[in-house]
């Protein structure tokens, strides 16, 4: 595909100013210079530990936080929230889904006004209009229209999950960030889960920031890898190439640590074991 | 003889709608210096049947089994007083939330003693000694000066660390690990499954993993028993369970896995798993 970035970060730098009395005022510097780019239509996997900055960098890129310096582009336009607000259309081009569907979603909102409440806020459709997206929108994603009328808690963590993906995409957004999105849920779900994106991504050419933990989710989903350790990218680039032939030693690290279901490694750890 | 054997293991939970159950007739052994896996998805019972074991479901809990016995000793008619010098002691259990299961209110060391002076009847300077022993032993730096700590003051895996050092106090004959390393980085789950199958080893505990992560299985188990809605579905060798799966639950279970994706979806496992436990009934 012909290089069309739709996200494109320089030099991302992000510091948290912390410190109490005591300890007299402390920088963190929770990014330390990220560079990447995302293509339209593609799948950037941003790989990493806890602490190593990667919801950081998601909050950058939904716009809830400023970066502290580095340029940022979003769709063609630059973006810095602490010098300008950006516009409600380009807010709506940058959607996020959570890790945690349980937490995610308003337990005393009916499904429907969740999805409904996007569209009131962010566009001019009637109130019927309204209720017939939400309730396509439902259906896109495998649950039926008659959802609308549940509450969170009437549903299970996979639909739950399929709930906040379809609110992210009440605004036709093109990016969706996605932190997370499936470690919370069972094997059998995840996958359908991840075949939705799959899905979703093909249908409407959405660009994802998949941001995960999970080497093989990531392999399954990515087109480009990004590991992050402390605030710094230590190595990126596509899939295959880094999952082939992985060159930083955090990255190797990081792979070997990854459990495996394979028959040759149990057999070698039985042997392992009886020795 | 099983250091613990479970035949027919029933848990049920009164609701709204009626009784719930939630084990539905589980068959189950563990062996001195064995690793039995028990793995299932949210709801299957894993970690039920071992609460019950433990003895720390709620009381409207109703349990019934026609064995369940530890080292002997029958846990269905063992008086409170009894079982709470087993449990804790000879059996003792790890939980998924490491930070949630300390107490934020008390010292490492204060939780560490604690439980050598109950079940041990250390005095307080012996106490101290075995729990910087203890936190050695889970390979914790710096261990005499990490007694005063709290808990929020250190890390998820340090607080696991903390949560195995104290479960093995007592030297158990048993341990049951719920979920110990979900919470945590993949870095981190390494260190302790490593220290896990280490102590194990080291000293001949029977363990057993509730987990519903097959990687984390592959890693550990010597003995796998695969449970879906209350039921077991398939019990196997580690080895033969992943090279030869026999029933079509852990089948699919497998084939779910994203590393074992061949085509561009992943099997779901739904209709498979339904299909299967209607079998069962």
């Known amino acids: ?275 | 003889m099983a250091l613990l054997e479970i035949r027919n293991l029933r848990v049920a939970f009164p609701t709204a709608g009626g009784l719930m159950t939630a084990v539905d007739g589980i068959d189950l052994h563990v062996d001195q210096g064995e690793v039995l896996a028990i793995v299932g998805e949210s709801g299957s019972g894993k970690s039920v049947s071992m609460l019950a074991v433990m003895g720390l479901l709620p009381p409207e809990a109703r349990v019934e089994a026609d064995v369940m016995r530890f080292d002997g000793q029958d846990l269905r008619v063992i008086p409170a007083r009894a079982r709470r010098r087993i449990i804790g002691k000879d059996v003792s259990m790890i939980f998924q939330d490491p930070i949630s299961s300390l107490n934020p209110s008390f010292t490492v060391g204060f939780q560490l003693t604690e439980v050598l002076r109950h079940h041990l009847g250390l005095s307080r300077r012996a106490a101290r000694d075995r729990a910087v022993e203890l936190l050695t032993a889970v390979g914790i730096p710096d261990p005499a000066g990490r007694l005063t700590t709290y808990p929020h003051q250190m890390s998820g895996g340090q607080c696991q660390r903390v949560m195995i050092a104290s479960a093995i106090a007592c030297n158990p004959r048993l341990l049951i690990a719920d979920e110990p390393t979900t919470a945590l980085d993949v870095t981190i789950q390494k260190q302790i499954l490593d220290l896990l199958s280490d102590l194990q080893i080291r000293t001949g505990m029977g363990l057993i993993m509730i987990t519903h992560d097959m990687g984390v299985v592959a890693e550990t188990a010597d003995r796998v028993m695969v449970q879906y809605m209350g039921r077991k579905i398939e019990e196997a060798d580690v080895l033969s369970l992943f090279s030869t799966p026999a029933q079509p639950y852990t089948r699919a279970l497998l084939a779910a896995l994203p590393e074992n994706a061949t085509g561009t979806r992943l099997p779901t496992v739904g209709a498979m798993a339904k299909q299967e436990a209607g079998h069962g009934r």
């Open chain 1, 1 to 275: 595909m012909a290089a069309d970035p739709i996200l494109l970060a320089e030099n991302l730098v992000r510091d948290y100013h912390g410190g109490s009395l005591l300890t007299g005022r402390k920088v963190t510097r929770a990014l330390k210079g990220v560079s990447f780019r995302l293509d339209r239509g593609r799948t950037l996997a941003i790989v990493g530990e806890s602490g190593c900055g990667k919801s950081t960098l998601a909050r950058i890129l939904t716009m809830i936080d400023p970066q502290t310096s580095g340029r940022l582009t979003i769709a063609g336009e630059d973006v810095d929230i602490a010098r300008a607000r950006p516009g409600r259309s380009l807010r709506r081009k940058v959607q996020i889904v959570f890790q945690n569907p349980y937490a995610s979603l308003n337990p005393r909102q009916k499904i429907g006004d969740a999805l409904t409440e996007q569209l009131y806020l962010n566009t001019d459709d009637s109130a019927a209009q309204r209720r017939d997206k939400a309730a396509a929108m439902l259906e896109r994603v495998g649950l039926s229209p008659d959802h609308a009328r549940r509450f969170p808690h009437m549903l299970s963590g996979g639909q739950r999950q399929r709930v906040a993906i379809a609110r992210a995409l009440m605004v036709r957004p093109e990016i969706l960030v996605l932190d997370e999105p499936v470690s919370a849920l069972d094997l059998s779900v995840q996958a359908q889960v991840l075949n939705l994106l799959r899905d979703l991504q093909d249908e409407l050419g959405l660009s994802y920031a998949f941001i995960s933990h999970d080497l093989s989710v990531v392999r399954y989903l990515a087109d480009t890898v990004m590991v992050m350790n402390a605030g710094e990218v230590v190595e990126s680039g596509p899939r295959d190439a880094v999952f082939g032939d992985p060159q930083h030693a955090y990255t190797r690290r990081l792979f070997a640590a990854t459990p495996s279901a394979d028959v040759a490694a149990i057999r070698a750890r039985l042997a392992r074991r009886s020795a």
